[in-house]
Nanobody, 126 residues
């Protein structure tokens, strides 16, 4: 399984970006997907996750109402729409695939995800 994240870039405060993560391999639709981020000097933190079916989502409190995760199982792709961006959103954003398939609860913890993309840089200028 390979995950290829894209869509990052430089944007002004209040702007928007949409990140994409394309997955190779089979059975993409059987696994929850998530986005995490890591800013310089900080630990990796949970951003948002979506269930294998797309019916359940979860997002970190600081991002609710601004970030939306979605997926297109026909395209093996998960998205992160980011609106009203702030300088504190500056980080490398990583997509990840859940280790277990067909789960019931969407996880927010990184150790439950076993495949990771290479990351895409998001920089929000003030």
């Amino acid at each position: 399984v390979q995950l290829q994240a894209s869509g990052g870039g430089l944007v002004q405060t209040g702007g928007s970006l949409r990140l994409s993560c394309a997955a190779s391999g089979r059975s993409f639709s059987n696994y929850d997907m998530a986005w995490f981020r890591q800013a310089p000097g900080k630990e990796r933190e949970f951003v948002a996750a979506i269930s294998w079916s797309g019916s359940r989502t979860n997002a970190a409190d600081s991002m609710k109402g601004r970030f939306t995760i979605s997926r297109d199982n026909a395209k093996n792709t998960v998205y992160l729409q980011m609106n009203s961006l702030k300088p504190e959103d500056t980080a490398v954003y990583y997509c990840a695939r859940r280790a277990s398939s067909a789960t019931i609860v969407v996880s927010t913890t990184s150790w439950q995800y076993d495949y990771w993309g290479q990351g895409t840089q998001v920089t929000v200028s003030s």
